[in-house]
């Protein structure tokens, strides 16, 4: 055991820290779930890849940095102590690119990375459908078998995609073989389709999420022709394809412990500039969301060992999920009760207050993720 | 970077769970409860045969020269036993408040077991083991003291967990005593800071332990209990709870390990640390034992059940080494969060 960096693990700490602090706006950007936030947001984008920054974890031949996921660490925790922006492309770098790296074809990685690296091209979801929240394999979008155009035919309804409506792509599962009878059959005969969302037949409409950013946007997709090229892993073999991705989501890659670290960071800050100091249960509150985060980068900091090590990360990623979309919220309504009467008010804590509501909603509702620890962690039987 | 620990130091756990398994099941715990020490003298004798009861104390002493780091893990399978005997107090506190001491020639009789040592070093004045020990370490905050047990005067008191029943010191404070300074151990306020330190961490490993136990426990026991026709370990809501149990432990693990390692490594940051393993170890054993006491329902609730010696060993170590409020004022104080006090700012 040793919980040190290495000289060179500083090293890329520090090349991070010193360019970060030059580069990163002095004034935070509007946000970039709306269309005017999210353009500001697409110019910071372009300067991180520039600078070989949008994509570190990947090979260097795609825009990366071969970062391992130590660097990684290091990377998003000083992203977050400077205070950079929110990343907008994070959909397609840590869901969609993992999945590609996994499953796709040399033709694909070639042809899509380097344009989502760069920021050219922008993914976004498109696995729930109004009747397919926590269900997802119920879902009913079609796709349709096209022999002589050789493609296939989409058709139905996504929705809660995130940023679909400023986003250039999308990603998600469609049904192209109909579903067995029984209930443990039901995940098969699913495809992972790539989409632009200019292809003739695609309509979006963005609507807003509860803090009110149109953030989120219904896709429509009728007879929209997608070509075989676009298929990301074996044609009814989507469920295990896409599964990959929401193991990377709700895992490490979107929530790193730097997030956290930065925001009981600022929460100090908050703290300190409170007229007339903190009391002694706000302090001892302090003490515990620092006792929340810590536990999360002790806990992220043996995981990513053992994943260097081979282990698969499994179930295990459910309780990484429920363990930092709980602490998001705490770290929020501690800095609303900071806040005092400011709280009235709209600014960065109370609109990340309730952006941190959805934590235990999407990738998978908290209630899921208990399901998923409690059958395949302790081996309790199924009962859905 | 690496987070895990080595070939040996796992090898050394897995061996060490195994004597418990053989040497400390629940009727050894339940003896102790019953008042009968027998079986936790063989234990001990077979704890000190395998090495561990030296496990700290230096080679040249006849010990193995290990570290807290390389037996956290051991201590975490004595407490997942709920071992009836002073592993913590005598392997770990005194090994290290002996070692370079006045009194180091008494090292060899950790080593084969012979030491059985009680601590009181909270300012309680409860002694725990009773019955068990014959050395008693006390401190009175400046100095701390190594003394024989007939020279010890105590008084027996009723304990919430039998299994680890306690006296009273009498006729504090110690340095009063007649034969003090022949049983004076350590003054020095690092050296006994640090035995303090290395006490809390062995005690939040032995709560990690406990917590596992009981959580797997429970886990069996709901998916063979049934109710309504089928095992109750079907019903979401204690699978929830249940999840969430699990939750606690494994986010309370990584904090338990990572502090052995400042403790071992001595760095600036390990009084907090091992303070916070010790607040998180608490209150995932105490979130577990609420929650298997749940699920065994009615079939919980009875000194009949194995159970409550769990229950009653996780109640007896939270509140033991280190209470949860004095850690977090610690922790308050080392994030220096303290100084923003209302207090603090009016200065």
Redesign the interface.
Known sequence: ??????AR?EQFRQEARTWLQVNVPAQPLPSGDTRSGFAEHLHWERHLFQAGWSVVSWPREYGGRDADL?QWLIFEEEYYRAGAPQRVTQNGIFLLAPTLFQFGTEEQRDRILPRMAAADDLWCQAWSEPGAGSDLAGLISRATRDDAAGGWLLNGQKTWSTRGAFCTHAFGLFRSAAPADSERQRHRGLTYFMVPLDAPGVTVRGFSRLDGDEGFADLFFSDVFVPDRDVLGAVHDGWRVAMATTGSERGLTLRSPGRFRASFERL?DL??S?P?????RL??R??SS??DV???A??T??T???IV?GVELGA?SS?NK??WSELDISLHELALELLGPQAVLDGPWTKGYQFSLSGPIYAGTN?I???I???R???????R | MRFAFSQDQLALAEGVGAVLDDRCPPSVVRSVWNGEQEPAQQLWLRLADIGLLGALVPEADGGLGLTELDIVLCLEESGRAAVPVPLVETAVVAARLLAGSPQAERLPAVVDGELRVSVALDGSGLLPWSGFWNWALVGDGKAVYLVPAPECPVEPVSAVDRARPMAELVGMPVEAWPSADRYLLSDDPRRIALARQSGTLATAAQLIGLAERMLSMTVHYVKQRQQFGVPIGSFQALKHALANALLAVEMARPLVHAAAWAHVQDTTSAGRDVAAAKIRAGEAAGRVARTALQCHGGMGYTQESDLHLWLKRTWALQASWGQPGELRADIARALGIQSLGSGGRND
């Open positions: 055991m040793d919980l040190t960096y290495s693990e130590w100090c703290a300190r409170r007339g100091g903190v009391t002694e302090a001892d302090l003490v620092w006792l810590e536990a999360y002790r806990y900091e043996q990513v060992t053992r090590d295990q309780l429920l363990h209630e993720q208990r399901d620890a409690a059958e962690l302790l081996g309790l039987p199924r009962s």
